[in-house]
């Protein structure tokens, strides 16, 4: 039976991962690298273009959703206790402020001597995806001794995090440091890029499939029975592809959006999970899908050598890349990237105290 199931779900021999939400965290970085450069990059009239909002749809669902989704999935998984996934948390909401410095030390320099003038604040503090998955691990966290494995209660909490978001008061608030606070778990600021509500809903999601496989799905569970799971998912995908693509296009709504955007996301993360699934089992040795597996096994360095890259280049670049010079920019920041990361694994593997993950 275990043979079996690693072949179903896709597991690598020399790893022993799955490569199934390896390789969709994989394909979900490099999609947030490409829509990272056409929001920083491309030309106004390029970033207005079909071209444009097809590049931001693409940063979209299949993106951050994704990548939640896939670290709420593993958190299920996770035998580790309270603390430990409290300490987790934490250490990537470090982590958050760190890249915010980071990416921004060029433009902060500018600033510095007086050649740019712009409050800096919302660069140091921008409430970026490292912030949403460390303040989603700690909320599950907390969650977990009381709910337990009741799917019900995960899936109400799920949906009420959903709905809630579009509900709270989004107004001036009088103190500035209450502002920049509540920007990291509701407030539509314009540096809230994904604020707790709603985005904690994906890994909430991730977690009630991981409680919904293991009570209905096993090895029997056929291919034609996920694929016409499939159509019937692209249905209210398709019917409600126009509402979904105007969101997802529109920025500040996709950031902030309400919860019929967020059950539009679920049915399209569906019908992108499924469709990996069969690319994967039917090309599990595929070179292309060991490096999405590769990228997406480090997608946490990964993501952050490349907005290192990106966005200290941008301070230069900004809004003045054609079409042409951005898929060259594109390629060639996705190898550096990969570089950057194999020399850190490598790095990090000679020291003594390195410890498998």
């Given at each position: 039976?275990?043979?079996?199931?690693?072949?179903?779900?896709?597991?690598?021999?020399?790893?022993?991962?799955?490569?199934?939400?390896?390789?969709?965290?994989?394909?979900?970085?490099?999609?947030?690298?490409?829509?990272?450069?056409?929001?920083?990059?491309?030309?106004?009239?390029?970033?207005?273009?079909?071209?444009?909002?097809?590049?931001?749809?693409?940063?979209?669902?299949?993106?951050?959703?994704?990548?939640?989704?896939?670290?709420?999935?593993?958190?299920?998984?996770?035998?580790?206790?309270?603390?430990?996934?409290?300490?987790?948390?934490?250490?990537?909401?470090?982590?958050?402020?760190?890249?915010?410095?980071?990416?921004?030390?060029?433009?902060?320099?500018?600033?510095?001597?007086?050649?740019?003038?712009?409050?800096?604040?919302?660069?140091?503090?921008?409430?970026?995806?490292?912030?949403?998955?460390?303040?989603?691990?700690?909320?599950?966290?907390?969650?977990?001794?009381?709910?337990?494995?009741?799917?019900?209660?995960?899936?109400?909490?799920?949906?009420?995090?959903?709905?809630?978001?579009?509900?709270?008061?989004?107004?001036?608030?009088?103190?500035?440091?209450?502002?920049?606070?509540?920007?990291?778990?509701?407030?539509?600021?314009?540096?809230?890029?994904?604020?707790?509500?709603?985005?904690?809903?994906?890994?909430?999601?991730?977690?009630?499939?991981?409680?919904i496989s293991d009570k209905y799905f096993n090895v029997e569970f056929s291919n034609r029975k996920l694929a016409?799971?499939?159509?019937?998912?692209?249905?209210?995908?398709?019917?409600?592809?126009?509402?979904?693509?105007?969101?997802?296009?529109?920025?500040?709504?996709?950031?902030?959006?309400?919860?019929?955007?967020?059950?539009?996301?679920?049915?399209?993360?569906?019908?992108?999970?499924?469709?990996?699934?069969?690319?994967?089992?039917?090309?599990?040795?595929?070179?292309?899908?060991?490096?999405?597996?590769?990228?997406?096994?480090?997608?946490?360095?990964?993501?952050?050598?490349?907005?290192?890259?990106?966005?200290?280049?941008?301070?230069?670049?900004?809004?003045?890349?054609?079409?042409?010079?951005?898929?060259?920019?594109?390629?060639?920041?996705?190898?550096?990237?990969?570089?950057?990361?194999?020399?850190?694994?490598?790095?990090?593997?000679?020291?003594?105290?390195?410890?498998?993950?």
């Amino acid at each position: 039976m275990n043979q079996v199931l690693s072949e179903e779900i896709g597991i690598n021999r020399f790893t022993g991962r799955q490569l199934l939400p390896d390789v969709l965290k994989g394909v979900a970085v490099l999609l947030m690298i490409q829509v990272h450069l056409m929001e920083l990059f491309a030309t106004q009239e390029l970033n207005s273009s079909l071209m444009g909002k097809i590049s931001l749809f693409l940063g979209g669902p299949p993106a951050a959703p994704v990548f939640m989704a896939v670290m709420g999935y593993f958190i299920a998984k996770s035998t580790s206790g309270t603390m430990s996934l409290i300490m987790r948390g934490i250490k990537l909401i470090v982590y958050g402020f760190l890249l915010n410095i980071g990416l921004n030390l060029h433009l902060l320099y500018h600033v510095f001597i007086g050649e740019l003038v712009l409050d800096p604040l919302p660069y140091l503090f921008g409430v970026d995806i490292l912030f949403l998955a460390g303040l989603s691990i700690i909320a599950i966290a907390l969650l977990r001794p009381a709910f337990r494995e009741n799917l019900f209660l995960w899936l109400l909490i799920m949906l009420m995090v959903a709905f809630t978001a579009s509900q709270l008061p989004s107004g001036n608030i009088g103190n500035a440091w209450e502002t920049y606070l509540l920007a990291y778990f509701y407030k539509a600021s314009w540096w809230s890029y994904f604020p707790l509500l709603p985005w904690l809903a994906y890994p909430l999601a991730g977690y009630c499939f991981k409680l919904i496989s293991d009570k209905y799905f096993n090895v029997e569970f056929s291919n034609r029975k996920l694929a016409v799971s499939a159509l019937l998912i692209l249905i209210p995908v398709l019917l409600f592809f126009h509402y979904g693509f105007n969101i997802t296009t529109d920025l500040p709504a996709y950031y902030h959006h309400s919860v019929s955007y967020f059950l539009w996301a679920l049915f399209f993360l569906g019908i992108w999970t499924i469709l990996f699934y069969f690319l994967v089992r039917s090309q599990p040795s595929n070179p292309v899908f060991s490096y999405l597996q590769w990228t997406g096994r480090n997608v946490t360095a990964f993501y952050v050598f490349q907005w290192l890259i990106i966005g200290n280049l941008a301070t230069a670049l900004y809004k003045s890349v054609t079409p042409g010079f951005l898929v060259l920019w594109f390629v060639g920041i996705v190898l550096a990237t990969s570089l950057l990361v194999w020399a850190y694994i490598r790095i990090k593997k000679m020291k003594p105290d390195n410890r498998l993950r």
